[in-house]
C-alpha cells in the first residue's frame, strides 16, 4: 500500500516563500507523472503543478512564474518550490500522481499566506 506524506506547510506574509515535500512510502514515483494539488475552503480540490518521469513540468496559469514543481525518484521524492506567495495560494496542499488515485491521499499540509 502505498502512502503520500507531505510536509512544509506554514503560515507566511504576503511574498514570502515555502518549499513542500511529498515522501512515498513506496516507489511510484518513477512510473507516474506527479502532481501537486490544493484545496482551498469552500473551492474544489485543484491541479496545480505536474512533472512528468521526463521532467517536463505544468503549471496552473495562476501559479506559473512563482511556482517550481521537482522530483527525485532516487529518494520517491517531489518537492514543491512557492515563491511569491498570495492570500489566494491560501489552501491545504496535497501530492498525488496525475490523474490522482484515491487511495493515494495524504493528510495535505496547511499554507496559509497572510499578514
Known amino acids: 500500500q502505498v502512502q503520500l506524506a507531505e510536509s512544509g506547510g506554514g503560515l507566511v506574509q504576503p511574498g514570502g516563500s515555502l518549499r513542500l515535500s511529498c515522501a512515498a512510502s513506496?516507489?511510484?514515483?518513477?512510473?507516474?507523472?506527479m502532481g501537486w494539488y490544493r484545496q482551498a475552503p469552500g473551492k474544489q480540490r485543484e491541479l496545480v503543478a505536474s512533472i512528468f518521469h521526463n521532467g517536463i513540468t505544468n503549471y496552473v496559469e495562476s501559479v506559473k512564474g512563482r511556482f517550481t514543481i521537482s522530483r527525485d525518484d532516487a529518494k520517491n521524492a517531489v518537492y514543491l518550490r512557492m515563491n511569491s506567495l498570495k492570500p489566494e495560494d491560501t489552501a491545504v496542499y496535497y501530492c498525488?500522481?496525475?490523474?490522482?488515485?484515491?487511495?493515494?491521499w495524504g493528510q495535505g499540509t496547511q499554507v496559509t499566506v497572510s499578514s
Open positions: 513506496g516507489s511510484i514515483f518513477t512510473f507516474y507523472t
Open positions: 498525488n500522481i496525475v490523474p490522482p488515485a484515491g487511495n493515494y
